[in-house]
Each structure stands twice: as C-alpha cells, then as structure tokens.
T-cell receptor
Framework: EDKVVQSPLSLVVHEGDTVTLNCSYE??????LLWYKQEKKAPTFLFML????IEKKSGRLSSILDKKELFSILNITATQTGDSAVYLC????????????FGKGTSLLVTP | DSGVTQTPKHLITATGQRVTLRCSPR?????VYWYQQSLDQGLQFLIQ???????AKGNILERFSAQQFPDLHSELNLSSLELGDSALYFC??????????FGSGTRLTVV
C-alpha cells in the first residue's frame, strides 16, 4: 500500500534554531515529492522534487530527495516565529492524474 | 488570495442533511481536486475532475459526489451527513501538472 510517513509529528524549537523534517514514502511509479506549508488554512506550495540528490532552496528553506532510500528532508535554518506551521509532505498517487497522497504532517512551533 | 475560490467558508448542518460545496478554480486551470482534512486522517484526496470529466477517484464515500461544470467551477455534494463528516474540505486547481494551488477551504460542522 502506498504511504507517506512524516517525522517527527510535532516539534518545538527556539527562534534561530535549525530544524530538519523527515518524510519517507512507499509508492509505486514514483513521479515527484512535494512539500507544503499549512498555517491557518490552505496549504501553500514550497518545493517539488523529482530528481535524487538535487537540493532545492528558497531562502532559509531547503529540501533534498533520496530516491534510493525513499525519503526527503526539509531543512529550515535560523527559524523565525513565522515558520510555525504544519509542514506536509506528499507524493503523487500512481495512475491517478496528479492526485496527492499526503503524510500526516509535522507541526512546528517556533518560540521567541 | 490564491485565485481558487471556495464557498461557503463555514457551514453548520445537522446529521442526515445534504450540503453543496462550491469551488471556482484559478483562471485557465482545467483540473479541480477535492480533499478532505480531518484531525485523525489528515489531508485525504477525494476526487479529481479535468475539463468536465472525472479523472481520478480517491477515498470518496458513496454518499459524496462531485461534478465540474462547463465554466469549470466544481461542486462537491455531501449527503446523509454524519458527525464524522465534520472536516475542512479543500479544493485545488491546476492547469495540468504536478503542483497546484489550494483554496482556503470550507469548514463543515455536522451537529
């Protein structure tokens, strides 16, 4: 059965810390892995990863995919209180258009 | 504003009732996806429409149905509602491709 597992489920850090969020997956016909940030309402897109070993970066956020070991990590450096959110990892369902199979998410709280 | 519009934002209804959730995709997007987010199940894919046709089906109950109209807006119909149907329902749209944009969701409370 296809599945996406994120860890940890929740995390509390202080401003300025660096955090690493993990996502492992099992899916047939892998196409890509996506990261989303969800604050109060709608998930917002962060990264899409299709190739192994190539890091995607956006400011203090970065992500990398390991297709051999079937996992991805999302790093956030110099965390700020505005980074507090639920971070969702997802992979495409096989043979289902572009529907996404989401993990349960990691809830990150950054304290001042 | 993501460009994906969902109405209503909040809905409170009684068990056994039927409701309709509406989604207007971003201009130019042909695909609409519906997701349900509950505390215990996380974000679950329900159904996808592409240019008026059903493209993919996920964990959608038989009591639920959807359609996409010629103007590309979509409606999700939920009937014989149960307490467990209380959740956030998201619509997302894409032109066609991997990444897509979510609407702000409809929070459904069944009492």
């Amino acid at each position: 059965e296809d599945k996406v597992v994120q860890s940890p489920l929740s995390l509390v850090v202080h401003e300025g810390d660096t955090v690493t969020l993990n996502c492992s997956y099992e899916v047939t016909n892998f196409r890509s892995l996506l990261w989303y940030k969800q604050e109060k309402k709608a998930p917002t897109f962060l990264f899409m990863l299709t190739s192994s070993g190539i890091e995607k970066k956006s400011g203090r956020l970065s992500s990398i995919l390991d297709k051999k070991e079937l996992f991805s990590i999302l790093n956030i450096t110099a965390t700020q209180t505005g980074d507090s959110a639920v971070y969702l990892c997802a992979v495409h369902y096989p043979n289902s258009g572009y529907a996404l199979n989401f993990g349960k998410g990691t809830s990150l709280l950054v304290t001042p | 504003d993501s460009g994906v519009t969902q109405t209503p934002k909040h809905l409170i209804t009684a068990t056994g009732q039927r409701v309709t959730l509406r989604c207007s995709p971003r201009s130019g997007d042909l695909s609409v996806y519906w997701y349900q987010q509950s505390l215990d199940q996380g974000l679950q894919f329900l159904i996808q429409y592409y240019n008026g046709e059903e493209r993919a089906k996920g964990n959608i109950l038989e009591r639920f149905s959807a359609q996409q109209f010629p103007d590309l807006h979509s409606e999700l119909n939920l009937s014989s509602l149960e307490l467990g149907d209380s959740a956030l329902y998201f619509c997302a749209s894409s032109e066609e491709g991997y990444g897509y944009t979510f609407g702000s969701g409809t929070r459904l409370t069944v009492v």
